[in-house]
């Protein structure tokens, strides 16, 4: 294959992709923890994030990149947030770089639950084995890029199952990550 490029417009949106993705709340409404809340949003269904793809062929060596447009909002107290997964394959990690606004990144193994705080410039690395999840908790589109294995593959059913031990929610004082099922592992 020959080598390509994108364009990365500070809105999140790339000039050349190979797949563009919209979550909205009804796609992804296992995620959020509120669940009356889920339901009655349900008839508006909001646009949570829109990804940008742009992926190599699923083979070992390959790299594929992506960005991610994360709305400002809240589902009762919790944040606007990506579904987050596990990499189906293992030893595949991941590096993020944030364009714009703020949020965290969620990170978990085992019962080890960690944050890195998200904003303009800040480059973060996951590594492999740790489920990843994006947070907005500021009031501007949180926008990052993703640069990840191209045969790494998203699991996306373990989270869907049993959720992070941690979630994000707005307090009194600003964003406070609160454990609802705590010292519980996600993947055995
Ligand atoms: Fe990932």
Known sequence: MNPYSSRCLRSGELDNYSARLERRLMDMAEFFSDKEMVGALSDR????YTVYEMTAPEEPGQLSYATTILYPGKVGDEYYMTKGHFHSKEGTGEVYYCIAGRGLLLM?????????GMEEGVVAYVPPG???RS????SENFVFLAFYPADAGHDYGTIA????????????????????????????
Do not use: Y
């Not at 269904?45 to 949570?48: A, H, V």
């Not at 978990?108 to 890195?116: A, D, M, Y």
């Not at 947070?135 to 500021?138: A, F, H, K, P």
């Open 161 to 188: 199952e049993n959720g992070f031990s941690k979630i994000v929610v707005e307090d009194r004082d600003g964003p406070k990550l609160v454990s609802i099922r705590p010292g519980r592992s996600i993947r055995p």
């Open 135 to 138: 947070v907005n908790t500021g």
């Open 45 to 48: 269904n909001p646009l949570i």
């Open 130 to 132: 740790w489920a990843h």
């Open 108 to 116: 978990q193994k085992g019962s080890r639950v960690e944050t890195t």
